[in-house]
């Protein structure tokens, strides 16, 4: 297979910059088709890209045929009723998070590719691909500087639009963080509690944040996350790693730093897009690459639904300022590692 012909369904902020990416970033695939009810999303997206089709719906694609691979990038609950029909069609997928918004959903997706015989859906958790996260990883798991004791993690953003609520707080935000730290732990979340720091008056009317997250894992690993949208100057992610013997930290910005009139600067992040523009830029290319190889290369669907599990938790803790426990259903030997 010389081009990996993709399918992306969805054409509003990720599958536009998804479409952007695979046409002038990406080597070994092509657009194909867009598949976006929006007429206007869909031609703007045609621009991007030459001579893909553009279809309303899943199934008029599916009738059609013309690709190889689909990239789903529409918003979460949205995702089963296109994941299944594709899954059936024997497509391979690579799914913005979160795999489906809760559990139950996402365990009918684990079963529907458990029916397919073989592992057809990667989960865009683009953090485990930037370089930060994955050196981090490494060291935690060579014992460098002694066992890790703990991490602190914030997630800023500059502003949310009023439509951003309460629940996306950790359906939308922390959800990140809930499978970086069992990526960089290799230990499921334990359990989610919630506490409030003093409300932002700049944040949107009915949004009750800045919050902090504790995430416990099954090893006993406490992680503290600051999950602030409302911060004004910038979009940061940093995590800071405690060790027994040591502390390392991923996340500052780089580049230019001024001195300047008695005063030092250094330019922020103003996007998730810029941050992790090669984490995203290094998940689509791997993809590609894996998926002509019939295998995928990074979060599988299992760990769609371990997230899914977590942030059912992480919701509960939100509204009652409680510990909450994480119930997660028995793993398949399908997605057993060797």
């Not at 769609?304 to 426990?325: C, F, H, I, Q, W």
Request: hydrophobic share 40%; aromatic share 6%.
């Amino acid at each position: 297979m010389s081009e990996l012909r993709v399918a992306v369904v969805g054409a509003g902020l990720m599958g536009a910059d998804h479409i952007t990416r695979i046409s002038q970033r990406i080597v070994g695939a092509t657009v194909t088709a867009v598949v976006e009810p929006d007429e206007s999303r869909a031609q703007a997206a045609l621009l991007e890209t030459s001579g893909a089709r553009t279809f309303s719906g899943i199934d008029d694609a599916l009738k059609w045929g013309g690709f190889d691979a689909v990239l789903i990038a529409t918003p979460g609950p949205f995702h089963e009723p296109v994941i299944v029909p594709v899954l059936q069609h024997g497509f391979p997928v690579l799914c913005e998070k979160p795999l489906t918004p809760d559990p139950e959903s996402s365990l009918r997706v684990v079963k529907e590719e458990v029916r397919q015989g073989r592992q057809l859906i990667q989960v865009g958790f683009m953090r485990r691909f930037d370089e930060g996260y994955q050196s981090l990883r490494s060291m935690i798991a060579q014992g460098e500087m002694g066992s890790l004791l703990g991490l602190h993690c914030v997630h800023r953003n500059p502003a949310v639009p009023d439509s951003y609520h309460n629940d996306m707080l950790i359906f939308d935000s922390v959800v990140h963080e809930i499978d970086a730290v069992r990526f960089l732990t290799d230990s499921p979340i334990r359990s989610i509690e919630v506490k409030h720091l003093k409300r932002n008056s700049l944040s949107p009317d009915g949004l009750d944040e800045p919050i902090l997250v504790l995430l416990r894992t099954e090893d006993g690993v406490l992680s503290t996350v600051e999950m602030n949208v409302s911060v004004q100057f910038g979009y940061q992610v940093r995590t800071e790693a405690v060790f027994e013997q040591g502390l390392a930290e991923i996340g500052r910005a780089s580049g230019l730093t001024k001195h300047h009139a008695g005063a030092m600067a250094t330019a922020d992040h103003m996007s998730f897009k810029t941050r992790f523009a090669d984490a995203y830029d290094a998940q689509i290319q791997r993809w590609v690459n894996a998926t002509k190889q019939g295998r995928i290369d990074g979060p599988s669907a299992w760990d769609g639904y371990l997230a899914a599990a977590a942030v059912e938790a992480g919701l509960e803790a939100l509204k009652t300022g409680k510990e909450v426990m994480v119930s997660y259903a028995p793993r398949p030997d399908f997605y057993d590692v060797a």
